[in-house]
């Protein structure tokens, strides 16, 4: 498929489902600082944001993911999913530059299981135990020594146990008759989240599919379920092979330290004539119990757009944060109760309280549960909100990445911060932020 083109498929679906080459250290100048150069705040009152720590060009548009995970010896190193070609890179994050220590992985020497696939993230069990995901297949791999243990296709049909409702009634097989649900064989599309629980391998399934007339119509949501073996074959389906979720396009999944499944259902939506989405479904949140596959409860959020990522989550407190892909809104959950601590009608604005198309693309909560970091796409901008402070205000300081001589530069998110205690297990930056255009990670300190 032209380049061209699959990056304008690559934009339009970071819309839908949430969704180069080598890495390239950067120079070191006065303008930009170089990944040895010592971190510098912005601020001094004590509710810094940032300091600025330093750059890595990845060599690739629209990076997909980046996790940190929180496992011995795995604290040190951002494994950053690309979207195109689906590639993981494994960064050392005690100098901004290639690991030596684990293994990127190439998808490009596998079979393509879809002319549309796409890098989308991955998850970590140890060093030795990962996952990549992409738009249409799961691999399972070593990580320390790059091995690819297995490779599923998560778009193979299988038989419906009952329909699956559609967002709204669509001609969906070009016979001119328009259908409400879809039955008997399906095959799933559009991965967008995996994790993993008691051997238990769970992927998110947004079923957003394209007619004959190039309009989209989405399927209601489903889980795909895989069990997870010591040897050979690693992945099979699981006795129960698919869950379906309470509403429309599931994208983040989050494990709660009860050992639940959080799962986020972004909904559907629609673009009005200036091009903004507005939900034609609600936004709900689904809390899963892992051992019996119940849905324990649902929280209807409203018609406010979540975004496509996982909560970011404050474990003490068991809450959970998230915000909305087309307004300058976040909001609060307790995951206890499953209940709005700030919702649809008093959220937390990031700046003026109007309603202008934001994006907030991820947020992310610092290891201490002091700082959540939120990313705003579309302005590429960083704010920050004190959760030390039950009213949750907004930080002075806002992180600003618009190059004004370089106004193709832009597009702030993913971001992750680095596990652990500043000053303590590590030094230097802790707060690490993708962006988008052209391609680069940055480094910057909030302590």
Known sequence: MNKIKRYSILIILFFFVGCGGGIITQENTEEQFSSTAPCKPVADDGKQLAGSCGSLNLGSLFPA?????????MRDTAFITLAEPPYLVPIDLNNLQASLKFFGLDLGTLPKGSSLDFGVGSFFLSPTQGFLLTGASLVYFNPTSGQILQA??????????????LSEAVDTDGDGDQEISLSGNFS?????????????????????????????????????????????????????????????????????????LIITNSGDFKYDEGFKPVPTTPSLLDRLNT???????????????????????????????????????CYAID?????????????????SQQTQLQFISDMAVRADGELLAVASF??????????????????????DFTETDNPGVTGVGPIAFRPGTPGTDFSGPDLFIIQASPGVLKAVQTY
Request: proline share 5%; no cysteine; charged share 15%.
């Open 65 to 73: 993911d980046i996790d940190i995970p929180n496992i011995d010896g």
């Open 152 to 165: 599923v296709s998560l778009a193979d049909v299988f038989k419906l146990k009952q329909p699956l409702l």
């Open 188 to 260: 799933p599309s559009f991965a967008s989240d995996v994790v993993v629980s008691q051997n238990k391998v769970f992927v998110s399934m947004a079923n957003l599919y394209f007619t004959a007339t190039g309009t989209t119509y989405r399927a209601k949501g489903i889980l795909r379920l895989y069990d997870l073996h010591d040897s050979s074959p690693y992945l099979t389906i699981a006795a129960t092979p698919y869950l379906e979720v309470s509403g429309f396009n599931p994208t983040g999944l989050l494990l709660s330290k009860v050992g639940d």
């Open 291 to 329: 051992t019996t596959l119940t849905t324990l409860t649902s929280l209807n959020m409203g018609m406010v757009g979540l975004t496509f990522k996982k909560i970011a989550y404050a474990a003490e407190d068991n809450l959970g944060f998230i915000g909305s892909y087309m307004e300058n809104k």
């Open 335 to 351: 995951l206890n109760a499953m209940t709005t601590v700030r919702g649809a009608s008093n959220p937390i604005y990031l700046g």
């Open 378 to 399: 579309n302005d590429n901008k960083i704010f920050g909100i004190d959760l030390g402070d039950a009213n949750y205000p907004l930080l002075s300081e806002v992180l």
